[in-house]
């Protein structure tokens, strides 16, 4: 497979993004998916600038490949961790970001020589990020871990490229070889997948997480957060489905008020990556957990993902 222009332009092997998972996606899983040819993401998530700084420091001691970070343009702490992105511009090849605009920075990043890559959900937004001046986008189905959209993969990457100039990176719902090979014959340049690397050996993921995906099922998944207007997919357990509950009941009332909540999932996946709490964790994971079945290397799910793409992709098979 003859990697486009764009891709060859971010120094990669394989057009191969691992997302950048809030509290997940270290300077350590980062850095192993870039030493492995593909792009290690930082996921800043609500942490801190200092916190983002450090994960920085520690991909930078750990490999000298192209990496990038994930800004969560919701948190608090944005403005903060654009500010140390751009401190360490040196070394941060690209910038994704999630929950939306991103046009301030848009100008600062490229002039400091970094791509602005925004994950969008609909056909609107990436014309928006276009735009602003946006140089790809990572265009994200339903079925993907953590916060979604309303369109699927299938249905949203074809007409994504459609209606942009810029390459569209797929994500949501691939799982393997065959997902990719998918995303490319719907246009895709690259494609970014998250729930695959939970469970590689260098995420600090905790077992019990870990577990619970390669336990999963094609239906493991469910959507909570949908009628307070930030719908995510999780995987089944006790949290999600007493949310669900919860907010089934509130959304019934004359003037539903959310702060419980609220209250509920604050710092639930917190609770889930790094105490592995079944209780009252939300286990982010995607469509396709019920298509991984082991612990591998970041550098072996790079290589089995797209070897078998390359294969199906070039008819070698
Ligand atoms: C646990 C978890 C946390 C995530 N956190 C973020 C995030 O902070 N920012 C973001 O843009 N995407 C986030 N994502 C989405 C991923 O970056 C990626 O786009 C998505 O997982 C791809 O779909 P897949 O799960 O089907 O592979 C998260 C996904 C998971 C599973």
Same mark, same amino acid.
């Given at each position: 497979m003859e990697l486009t222009p764009f891709m060859k332009s971010l120094g990669l092997k394989y057009p191969i993004f691992q997302g950048g998972m809030a509290? /997940? !996606?270290d300077g350590k899983l980062a850095a192993a998916v870039s030493n492995a040819g593909g792009l290690g993401i930082i996921g800043a998530g609500n942490a801190p600038g200092d916190v983002v700084e450090a994960e920085i420091k520690t991909a930078k001691s750990l490999t000298d490949r192209p990496f990038g970070v994930n800004v969560? &343009? &919701?948190?608090?702490y944005a403005e903060d961790v654009v500010k140390v992105i751009l401190a360490h511009q040196d070394s941060i090849a690209v910038v994704t970001t999630g929950a939306g605009n991103p046009g301030k920075y848009v100008a600062d990043f490229k002039a400091a020589g970094i791509k602005v890559i925004p994950v969008v959900g609909s056909v609107a937004l990436a014309r928006m990020m276009e735009r602003v001046g946006a140089d790809a986008v990572v265009a994200e189905g339903m079925e993907s871990g953590g916060h979604i959209g309303k369109l699927t993969t299938m249905a949203l990457v074809p007409q994504v490229v459609d209606a942009v100039k810029i390459p569209v990176i797929a994500a949501g719902g691939i799982g393997d070889g065959r997902g990719m090979a998918a995303a490319f014959m719907l246009g895709a340049q690259g494609v970014q997948m998250g729930t695959r690397f939970l /469970? !590689?050996?260098?995420? @600090? /993921?905790h077992p019990n997480y870990k577990k619970a995906v390669l336990k999963a @099922?094609? !239906?493991s998944t469910m959507v909570t957060g949908d009628f307070a207007g930030h719908p995510s997919r999780v995987l089944k357990n006790k949290m999600a489905k007493k949310y669900i509950k919860l907010e089934k009941a509130e959304a019934l009332k004359d003037k539903p008020d959310f702060a419980e909540l609220e209250e509920l999932g604050s710092g639930s996946l917190r609770r889930a990556v790094i105490d592995g709490d079944t209780a009252t964790g939300s286990f982010m994971a995607g469509e396709i957990a019920g298509m991984v079945h082991k612990e591998q290397s970041a550098a072996e799910i790079l290589q089995d993902v797209y070897q078998q793409a390359d294969k199906l992709l070039s008819g070698k098979d």
């Open positions: 509290w /997940v !996606a969560m &343009l &919701l948190s608090p /469970v !590689a050996t260098e995420s @600090k /993921v @099922k094609d !239906a």
